[in-house]
């Protein structure tokens, strides 16, 4: 049996990563990336016999390529702090791994879990990110700050595994408005060398929840695919405006220096 190291990405993520590192127990070892947490993630790890690891935030792409360097065995297996593995995704890698893989590299299918309900559309089922199961050396993370692409570096195709790990991407309404800024504004970096306008902010923040809501059948999921395709319209809007803010470079108006005047 060749040996795995699960990696689970945090930071101040102390209401999801208890469930997300006792999904994984069965890996031959556990090391959560933390970002220097506040609060407590990383007593919650420790406890449930987890490695921490810390690592200055520069943004995903290098997150992850940080995460693949601390591990110590030949195959990893990638997750985020919102996401649990199954058992019968544990049952499909540990069948892979007690033979010869045909694959360097596997995407693994999700399901989202949003609003009390499981996501069936919107473009998050069966929802696919970067490979999360692959061999050491077999691919690297592109250094983008958010969305971050990646690059195989051998010459297998990628695998695809059959069964599905769960996600829970949003606890609260809130949670889907931090993120909205956030990845905004990491993902503002991508536009560095493309002028944009707020008229082009509207038109692809009206696309993306076009696309989501209608073309990717996010009415089918009710207030769920509703707020989705608003968060992406949200999301997609404000990291176009706020790359037209940071060309516009717009400061405080003019002020002057008031005293009192002398009178007669």
């Known amino acids: 049996m060749q040996k795995i190291s699960a990696t689970i990405l945090a930071y ?10 006792k999904s994984v127990l069965w890996a031959d070892e556990v090391v959560v990336v933390d970002s220097h947490s506040t609060d407590n993630t990383v007593a919650l790890a420790q406890a449930l016999g987890a490695r921490v690891v810390q690592v200055d935030f520069s943004g995903f792409g290098e997150l992850r390529n940080r995460a693949i360097e601390t591990c110590r065995h030949e195959w990893l297996f990638s997750l985020d702090s919102d996401e649990q593995c199954t058992a019968a995704v544990r049952d499909e890698i540990l069948e892979l791994l007690a033979g010869e893989p045909a ?15 499981w996501i069936t559309g919107s473009g998050w089922y069966p929802n696919y990110r970067q490979p999360q199961l692959f061999r050491r050396g077999a691919m690297r993370y592109k250094p983008d700050a958010v969305h971050e692409g990646y ?7 990628l695998g695809k595994l059959r069964n599905a790990i769960q996600q829970f991407p949003f606890g609260s309404l809130d949670e889907v408005i931090r993120k909205m800024n956030r990845y905004s504004s990491l993902g503002v970096k991508r536009l560095s060398n493309r002028r944009v306008s707020m008229w082009s902010a509207l038109g692809h923040g009206a696309w993306a929840f076009i696309k989501h809501y ?3 059948r996010g009415f ?4 769920a695919g509703f707020v989705i395709a608003f968060g992406n319209f949200e999301g997609t809007f404000y990291r176009y405006a706020k790359r037209h803010e940071e060309m516009q470079n717009w400061g405080p108006p003019p002020s002057e220096t008031l005293e009192r005047e002398n009178n007669p």
């Open 220 to 223: 089918k999921d009710g207030w």
């Open 12 to 21: 101040n993520e102390a209401a999801k990563v208890e469930a997300a590192v």
């Open 103 to 117: 694959h360097d590299a596997y995407l693994v299918p999700r399901r989202s879990y949003m609003m009390g309900r």
């Open 151 to 157: 690059e195989l570096l051998t010459g297998k195709p």
């Open 214 to 216: 209608f073309v990717k």
